[in-house]
């Protein structure tokens, strides 16, 4: 049940005005009744939007959000990211972001030890699956500073010492993919081409073994044809690469009759798709809506996407971060997981 303001009010025995005032941060209240209005609420487990403003506030809080640069999911929790700044800027808080292109540890670490020089109390991050990223966090928690996972696990996250990952369960994504594959295909052999961008991101390697693994449980007569990484492509991982890769798969394989793209090139698979004249013959499952996999929607290239609440990926790891650094709550799990969504042309928007 949820606490409120009366029943922290009722427990100091003071008005709910005074509680409000003293949780938000505002004048008018004895320094002794306010410290203790706080320590009740911890204790009652009092939460609100960005729950209790502490006293100390005065001094500006610096937190440090670091994620690729992109389309989709990326765009979407930028607006996340926005949103959380502009609601902790009451509260004397700046959020600082650093954004880096493709799938290089070499890229992340320079933003992650750039924004480690900005002087931040506490970092959110998406991190690429690689020992020197993870190594270079487990320095960041063991000095003291918190950090929060966000949209991508590591292989033995556990040891990075993180306060929470915050973000999908790829595992489950990718069975979810599977289970769609198997009501949207006809009656027949599967003939099957996968795309990713690219295997050092835990999420679309988990969502490819997902997949697969429910491939095999379901039963199905499903047939790999390839397994294509658009990182490798000619034009390296951009959307141009992809398309050119896709559009030579497509030709190469005219049997194919079921496409899974995993990473965030999915409108370029889509537009190849169409460009082929496939659209609506291929079932074509990916995720992420944004307006290059509407567009695939609404064309037939894409049959099914998987949401993942993009924006709440931006938002919550810092509410989160500012919580534990700002009042000592820690999250209520270590790992805490969003929906996959279900969208199709039907309810696209």
Known sequence: MKVTMEQIANAVGVS??????????????????????????????YRASFDIKPLRQQK???????????????????????????????????????????????????????????????????PINDARVKARLTEITASGIPVVLVNQEMNGAEEVGALCYFGSDYMLAGRTAAGMLKLCHPPGRIELGVFCASKNMFSQSTRITGFLQEIDRLGLNCHLIDLLNSSRSTNGSNALGTYDLALAFLKKHPETTAVYTVGGQSAAVSTAIYDSGRAGSIIHITFDLHPGNLEGLQNGSITVLIGQESVAQGYQPLKILYDYCANGIAPPSSRILVKSEIIIPQNAY
Do not use: S
Not at 72 to 77: L, R
Not at 109 to 122: A, D, F, V
């Open 16 to 45: 709910r005005g005074t509680v409000d005032r003293a949780l938000h941060g505002r004048a008018g209240v004895n320094p002794q009744i306010a410290e203790q209005i706080v320590t009740v609420a911890k204790q009652l487990g």
């Open 60 to 126: 500006k809080m610096i937190l440090g959000f670091v994620l690729r640069e992109g389309r989709g999911v990326w765009a979407d929790m930028m607006v996340g990211i926005e949103r959380a700044a502009a609601e902790l800027a009451e509260y004397n808080v700046e959020i600082i972001v650093r954004r880096f292109a493709g799938y290089k540890p070499e890229n992340e670490l320079l933003c992650i030890n750039e924004i480690m020089n900005q002087g931040i109390e506490g970092l959110a991050v998406a």
